[in-house]
């Protein structure tokens, strides 16, 4: 299984993936707001998105798992 994990605290402001998307190293997956600043959250890693594990609003902790690809 591999992950995507959120690289700070923060707010989860918008999701630009769903589940059965590909995607490749440097793939824009989401959107989080961390220190008044909008971050672009990429994948790391290719694969699968096989499931999505917070939503649009949420907040997130450091090294949370954010989606997990296949």
């Known amino acids: ?3 995507i994990l959120c690289p700070m605290p923060g707010k989860i402001i918008e999701i630009t993936v769903k589940p059965g998307d590909q995607v490749a190293v ?3 997956v989401m959107i989080h ?3 008044k600043m909008e971050n672009s959250i990429v994948a790391g890693i ?3 998105v096989s499931e999505i594990r ?3 609003g949420d907040v997130v902790e450091t ?3 954010l989606i997990v690809l296949q």
Request: aromatic letters at 0%.
């Open 33 to 35: 707001e961390a220190m």
């Open 26 to 28: 440097d793939t824009q």
């Open 54 to 56: 917070v939503a649009q």
């Open 46 to 48: 290719e694969g699968t």
């Open 1 to 3: 299984m591999k992950e």
């Open 63 to 65: 090294d949370q798992v």
